[in-house]
Nanobody, 120 residues
């Protein structure tokens, strides 16, 4: 199993910055990819930024140029630096980790979520 521990959410004014962190602890499985998703009230969960299994990065169009994902492979930790925040970035942000099993089944694991609120 994989346990994901998130931190760094909070309240910030528009134009401000926040940095989210997610550490995979107690992981008995190889983590093949990690990233961030978010879910705003009344909306579906959406991709924000991820590292793919091949190691490349993938960003939502709405955050390109403002958000940067980075990682520490040795610590199984992924970060999300969020700059120039907008009120529409307000959401619960979820950390995601993926494990590719030997039979090629892809398993998803989720953190508990951290609230990001951007005020006008």
């Amino acid at each position: 199993q994989v346990q994901l521990v998130e931190s760094g959410g909070g309240l910030v004014q528009a134009g401000g910055s926040l940095r989210l962190s997610c550490a995979a602890t107690r992981s008995s499985l190889t983590i093949n990819a990690m990233g961030w998703y978010r879910q705003a009230p009344g909306k579906q969960r959406e991709l924000v930024a991820t590292f793919t299994i091949l190691g490349s990065t993938n960003y939502a169009d709405t955050v390109k140029g403002r958000f940067t994902i980075s990682r520490d492979n040795a610590e199984n930790t992924v970060y999300l630096q969020m700059n120039s925040l907008k009120p529409e970035d307000t959401a619960v942000y979820y950390c995601n980790a993926k494990h590719l099993a030997s039979d090629r089944t892809l398993y998803d694991y989720w953190g508990q979520g951290t609230q990001v609120t951007v005020s006008v």
